[in-house]
């Protein structure tokens, strides 16, 4: 599929988040973050840079776990950072803070003792810069935390959204279809963390099962995710639009009984040093 070939990313400057949606349907990106956060070896005073912090939840969490050190959350919408700035900074302002920042241009926000980015990897343009700017702001034995989308994450998703695009009802609005966001195999992210300065501990495709409880969270979970599709439909079709996603996956991949609907998904797991 395109999809797993087409290494390129173009999600544009068009896509706009919903930080309210987004903070109602995102229990596999908070899911997956939690296990993150639950891995960090933190002592409790260390300087956290949290890259792709969205609605902030979970840089509030590592601020909790910080409470004599500093996080700061930083994401290149404007929008998700002023939510996470109005609902999580009272009580932690020493010790949390939020900053409109593109992922390659965190080199210049002073030095860390860890960078964490969870579900941000993909929509990163040079996933390679990256890798090098959080060199830049880690110190010497500071450690880099991704969670992100491995190469065939949600493929039964990905297959139930490319026959809608193409349907005659839809076409109209994908005469040529985004470039995906951007997956690599493991090797590459071995060869990329090494060529910005660190020393690999961990590099792993997962593969994960996830159970949106019903129907309206899956559908939720399309609409709040996969915006450089969902957002070149007319505001007035979207919902409509979804619903048709979300039907051509159920006609594959049915609901349960208990009215869930799973999701076979792929992790990508990046540990790794700064030397």
Do not use: K
Not at 6 to 34: F, I, K, T
Not at 150 to 178: H, I, K, Q
Not at 246 to 261: H, I, K, M, N
């Amino acid at each position: 599929m395109r999809v797993c070939r087409d290494n390129r990313a173009d999600v544009n400057g068009r896509v706009r988040w919903d930080p309210l949606d987004y903070a109602a349907h995102s229990a596999v990106q908070e899911g997956w973050g939690r296990e993150l956060v639950a891995r960090l070896p933190l002592r409790g005073d260390e300087r956290v840079l949290d890259v792709g912090c969205g609605d902030g939840r979970l840089t509030a969490m590592l601020a909790d776990r910080v409470p004599r050190g500093l996080v700061v959350g930083v994401d290149s919408s404007p929008e998700m950072v002023a939510y996470a700035r109005a609902v999580h900074s009272r009580g932690r302002q020493s010790r949390l803070r939020f900053e409109v920042c593109p992922a390659g241009e965190i080199g210049g926000l002073g030095e860390f003792d860890v960078v964490f980015s969870n579900a941000t990897l993909h929509w990163i343009r040079d996933q390679a810069g990256f890798f090098r700017a959080a060199a830049c702001c880690l110190r010497a034995g500071g450690g880099l935390w991704v969670f992100g989308n491995a190469r065939g994450n949600a493929e039964a998703v990905v297959r139930a959204l490319f026959r809608t695009v193409r349907a005659r009802t839809w076409r109209a609005w994908f005469a040529s279809l985004p470039r995906e966001w951007a997956f690599y195999e493991e090797a590459q992210y071995e060869r990329w963390l090494a060529e910005a300065g660190f020393g690999v501990r961990r590099v792993a495709a997962v593969e994960r099962g996830e159970r949106f409880r019903d129907v309206a969270a899956f559908a939720g979970w399309i609409r709040t995710t996969w915006l450089p599709y969902t957002q070149r439909v007319p505001e007035e079709l979207r919902d409509a639009f979804v619903g048709a996603v979300v039907t051509s996956y159920l006609e594959q991949c049915p609901a349960g009984p208990d009215g869930s609907v799973w999701v076979a998904m792929r992790r990508l797991e990046l540990e790794a040093v700064r030397i």
